[in-house]
């Protein structure tokens, strides 16, 4: 059973950073597509960033309202998966999720709270 637990989220003003990180613990998230979604109150949760399994390129991709802003990416002990966030603006606070899928089973975690305000 792998379950999944993101870190990093918190209060940034308009034009700050912040780094989100996705650890597997039951695994190494290699082998899984990974992605981040995210949903802000009131609204339908959104995939904005995915990563494919090692074995497949770790090719990604990145949703258009956040094109240019956000990286994700895996480290090189492939045991967490990373979403960095650059130029934050207020539309973009909402909780964040990490999701996990392989062979049929999927992942998620229990979300990070990010609010970009001044």
């Known amino acids: 059973q792998v379950q999944l637990v993101e870190s990093g989220g918190g209060l940034v003003q308009p034009g700050g950073s912040l780094t989100l990180s996705c650890a597997a613990s039951?695994?190494?998230?290699?082998?899984?597509?990974v992605s981040w979604y995210r949903q802000a109150p009131g609204k339908q949760r959104e995939g904005i960033a995915a990563?494919?399994?090692?074995?497949?390129?770790?090719?990604?991709n990145i949703a258009d309202s956040v094109k240019g802003r956000f990286t994700i990416s895996r480290n090189n002990a492939k045991i967490t998966v990373t979403l960095k966030m650059n130029s934050l603006k207020p539309e973009d606070s909402a909780v964040y999720y990490c999701?996990?899928?392989?062979?049929?089973?999927?992942?998620w975690g229990q979300g990070t709270q990010v609010t970009v305000s001044s």
């Open positions: 039951g695994g190494a998230l290699e082998f899984y597509t």
């Open positions: 990563i494919a399994p090692v074995p497949d390129g770790e090719q990604t």
């Open positions: 999701h996990a899928q392989h062979l049929g089973y999927e992942y």
